[in-house]
């Protein structure tokens, strides 16, 4: 197994000065069109020292597809930019890595230097060779996995979280948590993941909750931005599980926020793994991983079962604080067209990238039973 963490961080309230030192680039700036009219992403293009030439691409949207990817590289014809600066939440870092990955395919771009300046504490985008792109004509999500859209640098800056409103907070904040969990129990786990997820779940249990009542409050929003960071790296080298893969599914198909999905199924997926949904048998080697997590949050000690419930109880509570509902179908889900879809949707997670490094092979019938729980 191979460990690499090659993408260079930025951190600290002066992280911002690293883009005063470019000079002479071309930059090619991706945004999308509600962070491009925000004051925090003023703040960081002031920051472009005018011997750059820069040109701003702002059409990206949420769970960015295909045709989003080809309208840049179309964007990027004129300047031939040297450096692609990626301003926004996971959905414009993942747009920006696939107009780099597929621009320097097609011959637009070459040798391009890819900076990140994550605008929510959530994907971890910043760091992983992960993009999910959507094919809007499938409604389905694709994970590009491959270490040539790693970003070479990313800038971790704090004031430009403030902005963001406490429903986006909750939501990207239960990203970051689904992340580490998924990580903890990955087929791939291994030491300097777990380190990195067993710190991470600290964070998120102390500071996303303070980020939800008051966005204001600084060292919280650093600390958060670096949990989410940190989950990045860690499942860089581990890959996440079937509750991403089914968010995929479930996302592509009925564009409900990624992080709010995956909150919403968290503590089921978790009980499924552990063979502790209903006329399961317990699994007790991944029971015991999540109840290791569980004592990482409250330094007390549980048996596997125990301590699973506990992870589950803890997660359900947060989600209360965060005002994230339990049911998708109270975030927007249309039930009728769930059900007439369920068995896309379920073969859609199956295939899904993520679902491989989970710790249990689901079945189309078990992944269905999961749903139904949260429907
Ligand atoms: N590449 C990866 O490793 C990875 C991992 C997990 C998820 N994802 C993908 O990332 C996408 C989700 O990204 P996200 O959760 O960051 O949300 P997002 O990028 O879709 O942003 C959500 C909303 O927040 C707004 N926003 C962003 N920063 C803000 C700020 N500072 N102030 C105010 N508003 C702000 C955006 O304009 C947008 O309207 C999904 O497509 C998901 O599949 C990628
Ligand atoms: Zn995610």
């Known amino acids: 197994m191979e460990i690499n963490y090659p993408t260079k961080l930025w951190i600290g309230s002066d992280s911002l000065q690293r883009l005063a030192e470019l000079k002479n680039e071309r930059i090619f700036v991706v945004t999308d069109q509600a962070m491009k009219n925000l004051p925090s992403f003023e ?6 020292d005018s011997t750059n030439d820069y040109e701003i691409f702002s059409e990206v949207t949420p769970d960015p597809p295909i045709s989003v990817l080809i309208a840049g590289i179309d964007a990027m014809k004129t300047l031939k930019p040297s450096m692609i600066l990626a301003i926004g939440g996971g959905s414009v870092i993942d747009a920006a890595k696939g107009m780099n990955y597929f621009g320097a395919q097609t011959g637009v771009t070459e040798n391009v230097t890819f900076i990140a300046v994550p605008t929510t504490s959530g994907t971890g985008s910043e760091v992983t060779n992960f993009s999910v792109i959507t094919d809007e004509t499938k409604g389905q999500k694709y994970p590009l996995v491959t270490d040539e859209i790693q970003p070479d640098e990313a800038i971790l800056a704090t004031d430009i979280l403030l902005s963001i409103p406490p429903h986006i907070t909750a939501d990207t904040g239960m990203d970051v948590l689904t992340h580490v969990i998924e990580s903890y129990v990955s087929t791939k786990y291994n030491d300097f993941s777990d380190a990195l997820c ?26 958060m931005h670096n949990a989410s960071t940190m989950a990045g790296m860690a499942f860089n080298t581990t890959s996440l599980g ?17 992080g709010r999905l995956n909150a919403i199924l968290l503590p089921k997926v978790i009980l499924y793994n552990a063979g502790m949904l209903s006329g ?34 803890l997660i359900e509570q ?3 604080k965060l005002k994230i509902p339990s049911r998708l179908t109270d975030t927007g889900l249309p039930k009728e067209e769930y059900l007439n879809s369920e068995n896309e949707v379920a073969i859609a997670a ?6 491989a490094t989970n710790p249990v092979v689901p079945t189309t019938n078990d992944i269905k039973q999961i749903l139904k729980e949260v429907i």
């Open 242 to 258: 079937l509750n991403h893969g089914l968010a995929h599914s479930l996302g592509g198909r009925f564009h409900i926020a990624h």
């Open 198 to 223: 067993e710190k991470v779940v600290k964070l998120v249990f102390t500071y996303l909750p303070i980020c939800f009542e008051n966005g204001n409050n600084y060292q919280a929003r650093e600390k």
């Open 43 to 48: 703040k960081v293009v002031s920051m472009i």
């Open 350 to 355: 199956l295939k899904d990238g993520c679902t």
């Open 318 to 320: 947060l989600n209360r």
């Open 280 to 313: 399961q048998e317990i699994n007790e080697d991944i029971a015991y991983r999540y109840s290791k997590l569980a004592s990482a949050i409250t330094k007390e000690s549980y048996n596997p079962r125990m301590g699973t419930k506990k992870l589950v109880r």
